[in-house]
C-alpha cells in the first residue's frame, strides 16, 4: 500500500505561537521543525506498522523547507521546497492508496480554531471548490480523490479535525490541541499525542471512507479580501471575474483547474505584497 502524507505545520501538537511556524525564525528553526519532524516521522513508523509498502511525505507548510531530509525516517521519500508548476501534490497518482492530512488548521473564519486560514491570511477570505467552502484540508483532499485516493488520516487542532471527519466521512484522526481562538491554545501531553498518531497511522491501512466523489469539470472560486487581489487574480487565462472580490475558473481537466487555482494565488500575493509594503498607499482609504 502506498501512503501520500502531506504536513502543515500550524496543526502540529506544541506549536503554540506564531514565531514557531514563521520561515526562519529561531523558534521556527529550533522548535517548529523539530515538532513537525516527530510528527511524521511517527505517523510514518505506525503506516508501515500497518502494512505500508511506500511512504512519500509532501513538505506542506510555507516554502516546503522545515523538515530536513537528515531528520526523516529513511524509508519515506520527501518532496521539499514548494513550486507552481510541480502542481499541488508532486507524484500524487491512482498507484497510491492512502493520504494522510497532519498538522492542519482549520479553514479562514472557523471559531475556536488556531491559526485559521485558507492557504493565505494575506489574501483570502472563502476558496469554495464545486460550490463547496473549503480550506486547505478541502483542497488536497478534493485533489486525492480525483485521483481516486481517499483520506484516511487526519491530524490538527480540534476544528480541523472536525472540517475532515465532515467533508470526507469517519475515519482515523487525531486531535493534538483545541484552538480557543485564532492566537490561543490548549494543549495536551506531547508523549501521548504521538502514541495517539502512531496508532492512528497504523489503523488508517486497514479503515477509513472511500475516496471522496468530485465531479467534473472542476470549479473554483475564490473570494480574495480585496478588490486588489482579484484583479491580479483574474490575469489567469480562462479566468472569470463575477464579482469585485471574486474570481472563478472552470476545467475539466483537474490538473488544470488546480494549477489555475495555485496561479491565482500567487498573483494575488503580489498584490497583497504591494499592500504591505506601502505601494498602494496614495489610494488607500481610511475611515
Ligand atoms: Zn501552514
Redesign the pocket.
Known sequence: MNVYIVI???GVAGVTHGSM?RTGHVEWRERGTRLMTAEVNTAVEGAFLGGATSVLVKD???SGQNIRREDLDPRAELVSGNSVTVGLMPGLDSTFDKLFLMGF?AKMGTRFAQFDHTISTATISDLSINDVVVGEIGMYGMYAGLCGVSVSLTTGDGPAVEESQALFGEHESVRVKQGLGRFAVRTFDPAQILAQIKEGAKSAMNSGAPPLEVSLPVTISIDFLRSAEADMAEMVPGSVRSSARTVQYVHEDPETAFQALQAMVALAGIAASRWASGLYKSGDAVV
Open positions: 502543515d505545520m500550524e511556524i506542506g507548510h510555507d488548521h
